[in-house]
């Protein structure tokens, strides 16, 4: 009798001489050499420990339930003798020996360009239907807020409102086409765009190119307004130096050069028009996608004390800033001067009540409230629709916000999570810092209200990036479900994949190149 110690047993009709009879013990992996050699008798009939009906499968099951009789063949090791297989079936790998891990990928993965035109999807959509909602929306209180006084300047109580739609009509389809225009494309393109923004901003500042208009230089005699501009250059700009593989963040010099120099000089720019308030939502918009971007901290803490220092001096160095800072805590101590606009303001939104005087029936838009088409559009929006009104509007820019939001968290990578939080932001921002001026919260900056406000060049700035906006949700959910060469593949494996950069193997599956004696 042949002990159990002579040698691995193998399979029925894998022997070397006759009379081989197969065990019945547990498979521990298999040996090397001639003996791995299988007749077809043992693919055909393959016994495990619980009976006849599982076969070569069940030993498949069992083997990916565990791991560890996969693991012990499929690195092609020879076990000791004396210890029984299983099943009578033999792991035969045809794989090399496993190979090292590999070293970790750098947190800042390819762009993923895609090939054509990217297509809207729901959240595109969204984003889009909630611009035009607010845009629509905004042309028709302009109307309501400026009729009186369009026909008075021009004759023509539909003068403010013809503007309005034209901005419009050239805002829309720049929004449609940067839609569809990978945001890559325009990151490339970010440092001349830049260039253009600062050239435009020193131009404004000689009386030869812009005109002061409202105490500030803020447009040219082409009718341009630099400072919206640079929003979006802005943007670009720092989403295009963050997001980039050979700089980190957590640095100070690969924070603050380039971008926040920039940024740095785009702020002393707009301030000398002067026009705190923009430079203040700019600098916001900034700072978070620098947080988005994993800046340190202790970093960010010591530019915005600095930043806090050079602003508490530039409100005193102006007396209209020191006289609007004033006038908002007590505003009733200067009711026909800092105060005036303020107290209007409440006026305006207090006497809407619920439901507001009905559309049209304003009273402070007759000379009472200053720029009530403008600046003020908020507090006529309280007054002839009340309070259900001024929800309304806010709600549409919370559903904004959100969907703003929801397009960063599924971008397809660190670029456009960074422009998408940072439009998000800058519309966000602005949305309360002109709700929260006009109704006594924050101190009068002269920011307009975004997509609501009259304004051209804000109009047409705003849904450029909302197109862009729309365009990096469209990549976020088509992104999800392909590699980085565009192929197809399934959300099993693309959820699956491991740090290495491989697909992970299914549990229950075989690994390539391994098959049943």
Known sequence: MRSRGDGAVRAKGGGSGPGRQPSRGRSRGGGSGAGNAVSPASRRTVRSPEGPRGGAMDSWKKAGKGGQELRGAATGAQRPAGRPTGSGARVVSMDRRRQPAAAPRKTESRDRRPCGPVRLNTLGYTI?????????????????????????????????LERQVLAGAVGLLFMLGLSRIDYHRLGDYSPLLMGVGLLLLVLVLFPSFGYVANGSRRFLRFGVQPSEFVKVAMLLFAAQQFGRGDRDVRNLVDLALPTLAVAALVGLLIMLEPDMGTTVIIMVAVLAMAVVAGARWSHLFSMLSLAGLLGVGLIFVEPYRYQRLFSFLHPWEDPQGGGFHLIQSMLAIGSGGIGGFNLGMSRQKFMYLPNAHNDFIFSIIGEELGFIGTIFVIALFTALVLAGVKAARRAPDRKGQLLAMGITVLVGVQAFVNMGAVSGILPITGVTLPLISYGGSSL???????????????????????????????????????????????????ERGAGVA
């Open 128 to 160: 889009g239907g909630l611009s035009l909602v607010l845009s629509l929306f905004g042309m028709l209180m302009i109307y309501s807020a400026s009729s009186n006084l369009s026909f008075i300047k021009y004759g023509n109580g539909f003068q403010f």
């Open 460 to 510: 047409v700035i705003f849904l450029s990036m909302l197109g862009i906006l729309m365009n990096v949700a469209a990549q976020g959910t088509r992104g999800a479900g392909r590699n980085l060469s565009g192929s197809e593949e399934s959300d099993d494996s693309s959820h699956m994949r491991r740090r290495n950069g491989r697909a992970s193997l299914s549990p229950a599956r075989p």
